[in-house]
């Protein structure tokens, strides 16, 4: 027999650092460059910044250097590498990466320096072109350093285990959902070891049930794993090749998993106006409150609330000792208390099950949003899917979730609980390996692909080979990695002819954004192949029950959904025969799980014991809420306007070719009301932040009573809105059905790579006029009924003194741009399908509302410390003897700020000058750094707030001051 494993180490060891950091061997004048990393922060708003562990100790710097075309810019030094070497090897280090420039293509020199490190006696070599032969010079770094630090704990790890199971074949999980040997197993590949087995587990499952287009919908005690699989065998897992953990990028190939921190422990929050439901979780101890440790209210005590978990059905495991049952009637005292608490705030007189309810639909939204990343932003039609679930806690949510989304039918496996388990044991054994090629796709770049793709199907090969799979079960999948010319998102495509590589990826750009750049040449960024040696391994079949008669209940519970209790059926669902179907609301029973069956729902028992849900009843197709401010909505609102501002964005980023939008995410996206008041800003440049409002405004004045359905503005004026002028915005107003009145409006911001100017990327050092900054625009019909006025826009860049000096990159990016406004005016016609009109806009005032009420309890905080007032003031001199004050007044009494600047210097003759709309981002970001709840940053933020800027000053400086240096 052969044991197979799972393993959460390498995760583990990356979240909470524990072995000793490798040193890391680079190219000489690039120290810092995986400290400095993308600069990305996960929480722009936390004041205190905690930086990720770097996972390598000492830097040596190698005296080596090759550039992006193979040519030798400085020799490789063997005496000063083998000195690095041998100082590290005697600070008692005996892992090593080396991470070269360029090495990915070009690896000789990182070869000999590996060489002389194995001579010296390193036990553990990593070399970035056999971690990750890919672009991209920090993940690559990050991967390798990740490969040099988790494969000496892994390696312990396994001899551990070798040592205990002697004489036992060893088969280990990879990330990339395929099995290995023991002495092939590596850190880089081990990051997702855990989930990986419940996604072959789920896939392999439904495919056996005849689903081919499925949901996996993982849901344990802490996070929710959701994944996509739409095709006929493994070899169609989605994988994922970079991704992010614990702030370190691995670019390796890894099933493409989204988790979102939503569980059964996940707390269940008041504030004091609204609901919230984690990302914090209670764990295992102390656990919820049914636990009977003290622990906080969670989902699970919400199902316990709801009867939808049965405490005489759970083993009595529970409080100090661990010989106790579920505690319900503490969990009915405790949403009693949290009820009154709801109350006394807001004047809502919910009962504790209709809070408890409320808890639950906010979790389920989370996990929607979740699925939505991996599906309906990508392209992918939910109604034609099957939800499969599994997880300890899948069950008690899946109908909920499958209504939420839209999909009609959910497939539960009888081992559903265990399923992680499962799957490693129907894995098959797999052999990735890739490689640059960054070639343009024509006839001239065939022979290197064939070529690429042939060394790697050898390498693959023989690594599966290696492992003892007979040749005649190893088959070899390849794959090319396509992209538009200077974008930076590539789409995975079967290897084939020229045309059909093109067809593939047009297929796939087209499904997943909407639109294709048919002028745009493809590249082929990479070549991947995938050796699978096919287990043999079939998913069982369990013997239907026997007998004649329908199952009996165990038992009649109540049980509250869709806002009334109802009298429920509990099952065991061991006791269930095929074709057996109950009707909702029914409860099934089993040993690691419970099944919630809906109102509306119908469960069906096939031959293997797995059930399939249906929806019978129809959904309902317009939600009726009323237009009052509720505690529960305003969280489910406040997260479907930051959802649909965060799928702009990423399709934006996906899409542009401009690096400061693809790679710096120097962009924005945003969604405003009628009036052009910000709703949600997904929180993507602080600068961007608050200062977008000031240019719908002026769209909205310039085009009263003229705007028509199709029509798109562009801008990017300092004076109106605008921060400096390679930051243009793309305005997309949304009408009514009529296509007589503006609802809402869409807006994207991006910095565009040049603009014109006295200098190449419109950041002149030494301007003084904003026309040697670039072309000014303000107020452009950028598309005018639907049709993009592309003469008209060229003609635009080109004009002025110091034009755009690459106007078909602009265009590209422009481009990208009105796609990603497309997104929000779809997703916000299908929140006015789904809630009607009336609802979503006053949720747009309520949201706005409940962050200026954030605000204003912050500022009063601060303020009690002066008494009622609270004043102070501060001047800061510039270089060239400017000077900006400052004075702020907090008042307790009225909650409200006044930021004055009065006394600042007058604009300047050189670009020291910040525009308005800048100096009101960097004020509403410090106002919002001050609310420690996450709340969405909008309008509301402002309302507290006057801020007195002079006019003409150099924080408002008028046409024509010259603005770059203020921005910055």
Known sequence: GVVKIGTPRAPNALFEPKGRPPPLFGTGGFRPALEIGTQARPDIFARKIVLPELLYGAVYEIDERVDAHGKVLRPLDPTQAEAALREAYAAGYRAAAIVFMHGYRYPEHERR??????????????????????????????????????????RRYVERVAHELSGVPLMFMQSNGGLTSAHSFRGKDAILSGPAGGIVGVVRTALEAGFERIIGFDMGGTSTDVSHFAGSDLSALERSFETQVAGVRVRAPMIDIHTVAAGGGSICHFDGSRYRVGPDSAGADPGPVAYRRGGPLTVTDCNIMLGKIQ????????????????????????????????????????????????????????????IKKISVQRGHDLSQYTLCSFGGAGGQHACLVADALGIPRIYIHPLAGVLSAYGMGLADI??????????????????????????????????????????????????????????????????????????????????????????????????SVEAIGASGEAPCQAPPQTGAAAPEPLERVRMYSGGRWHDTPVYARAALREHDAIDGPALLIEANATTVIEPGWRGTCRANGALVLERVAPRPGRVAIGTQADPVM??????????????????????????????????????????????????????HLGSMGESIASVIRANAGRMRPGDVYMLNAPYNGGTHLPDITVVTPVFDEAGEKVWFYVASRGHHADVGGITPGSMPADSRVIEDEGVLIDNFLLVSDGRMREAQTRALLSSGPHPARNVEQNLADLRAMIAANETGVQELRKMVAH?????????????????????????????????????????????????????VTLDATTRSAVIDFTGTSPQQPNNFNAPYAVCVAAVLYVSRTLVDDDIPLNAGCLEPLRIIVPEGSMLRPRYPAAVVAGNV
């Open 430 to 527: 797999t052999a990735m390996r890739e490689r640059s090629v960054e070639a343009p796709l024509e006839e001239g770049s065939l022979c290197l692909l064939h070529e690429t793709l042939e060394q790697l199907a050898i390498e693959a090969r023989d690594a599966v080979l290696r492992q003892g799979v007979a040749p005649e079960r190893i088959r070899v999948v390849e794959r090319v990695h396509l992209r538009y010319a200077g974008t930076d998102s590539a789409l995975v495509v079967p290897a084939g002819s020229i045309e059909g590589m093109r067809e593939a990826f047009e297929k796939l750009y087209r499904q997943r954004y909407a639109f294709l750049m048919p002028d745009r040449p493809l590249v082929i960024e990479a070549a």
């Open 113 to 154: 320096v590996a060489e002389r490190a194995r001579a010296i006696g390193f036990e553990q070599i990593s070399t970035s072109h056999e971690c990750s032969p890919l672009m991209k010079f920090v993940a690559r770094g990050d991967t390798t350093v990740v490969d040099a630090y988790l494969s000496p704990i892994l």
């Open 835 to 887: 809630y009607g009109f009336d609802v979503v806009q006053a949720y747009m005032g309520h949201v706005r509302r409940n962050a200026e009420e954030a605000v204003r309890r912050a500022i009063a905080k601060l303020a009690a410390r002066g008494g009622e007032r609270w004043t102070g003031s501060f001047s800061v001199e510039m270089d060239s003897g400017a000077v900006i004050r400052v004075a």
């Open 311 to 370: 405490p005489r059905h759970f083993p009595a495991v529970f409080g100090p000792a661990g010989d106790q049952p579920l505690d319900a009637e503490a969990v009915r005292a405790k949403f009693a208390e949290r009820a009154e608490e709801i109350r006394a705030a807001t004047g809502d007189d919910r009962t504790p099950e209709a809070v408890a309810e409320a808890y639950i639909a906010i979790a389920v939204g989370n996990m929607a949003n979740a």
């Open 634 to 687: 305003l969280e489910v609102f406040n997260s479907l306007y930051m959802s649909i501002a965060e799928q702009m964005g990423a399709r934006l980023a996906s899409t542009a070719y401009s690096v400061n939008i693809k790679e710096r995410l120097d962009f924005s996206c945003a969604v405003f009301d009628a009036e052009g008041r910000l709703i949600a800003n997904a929180p993507h440049v602080p600068v």
